[in-house]
């Protein structure tokens, strides 16, 4: 298998695994056999929705992995005006 469809292939296992979890939508495209897009909506437990969106990329022969953004909500930045909501930057 080539990355890109490894990577797929592990999303959709991960998915599987938890329980409670209802996809709305996953939809893929591979455009080449080094760029594909993934797009997912997942309701949670409690009526939370997760969007997901990635731009994915083989360089090297390997998936690249470039932080662009990523939101969360854990507790450890007290300091920040919507506490817990925060998100992290690529640097």
């Known amino acids: ?3 890109l469809r490894d990577y797929l292939a592990q999303v959709q296992q991960a998915i599987s695994t938890f329980p409670g ?3 709305e ?3 893929e495209q ?3 056999v080094t760029r594909a897009n993934l797009r997912i909506r997942l309701h949670l437990a409690g009526n939370s929705l997760l969007e997901i969106s990635e ?3 083989v360089e090297g ?3 690249a ?4 953004l990523r939101y969360d909500n854990a507790p ?3 300091e920040v005006g919507t506490f817990p909501h925060h998100k992290h930057l690529r640097p």
């Open 61 to 63: 022969g390997r998936l």
């Open 21 to 23: 979890v209802q996809v």
């Open 76 to 78: 450890h930045h007290p």
């Open 30 to 32: 591979l455009l080449t």
């Open 55 to 57: 731009a994915l990329a």
């Open 65 to 68: 992995g470039h932080l662009i």
């Open 25 to 27: 939508e996953y939809w």
């Open 1 to 3: 298998m080539s990355p």
